[in-house]
């Protein structure tokens, strides 16, 4: 089996590099997933764009998706990040768990938002049109549902990457879920 080593900064491009020195600015670090990335000339840079990009979604909804999906798809690597990062967002261990599960009785409207995202993530898009009505009616817009979507997409991007290279995690790991 061909393993999947982790680029350090000297081994990208000339802009990946580049890329390199923002994160670590940033983010203190590079992340393993992210370092990945800039195996390709291009991927880095537009993932982090697409990432970044404006939303209709805060930050919270966002670790909503972020999370269901990365639970869905089996990502450790995004279970463990976005479990630190729903963290600094402002959700407890205990409403984390709650989330990676598709709910959030906390919040109604995040709570919508959980079953929807379980449902198109586990029905691969294909939305049961009752769940969509209940986003609709916890005071979701349309916009929200298509800028949902794009989360979508976007997670799924570093869950495949991870599932198929299976790259050393750096996060503490996610606490594994019990029914």
Known sequence: ?????????????????????????????????????????????????????????????????????????NCQYCLSAHTVIGGMVGFKPEQILEIRR??????AKLDALAKLVKNIATERGHADPARVQAFFDAGWTQENLVDTIVVIGDKTVTNYLHGTT?????FPAAPALTN
């Open 102 to 107: 598709g709910g959030a009785s906390f919040d």
């Open 166 to 170: 299976k790259v050393p995690v750096d």
């Open 1 to 73: 089996m061909t393993t999947i080593n982790v680029p350090t900064r000297d081994q990208v491009s000339p802009a990946n590099q580049a890329l390199f020195d923002t994160l670590k600015q940033g983010l203190g670090m590079v992340p393993n997933l992210y370092a990945t990335l800039a195996l390709s000339e291009h991927a880095l840079g537009n993932y982090l764009a697409f990432q970044n990009a404006k939303s209709s979604l805060n930050g919270k909804a966002r670790e909503v998706v972020n999370l269901v999906v990365s639970q869905v798809n």
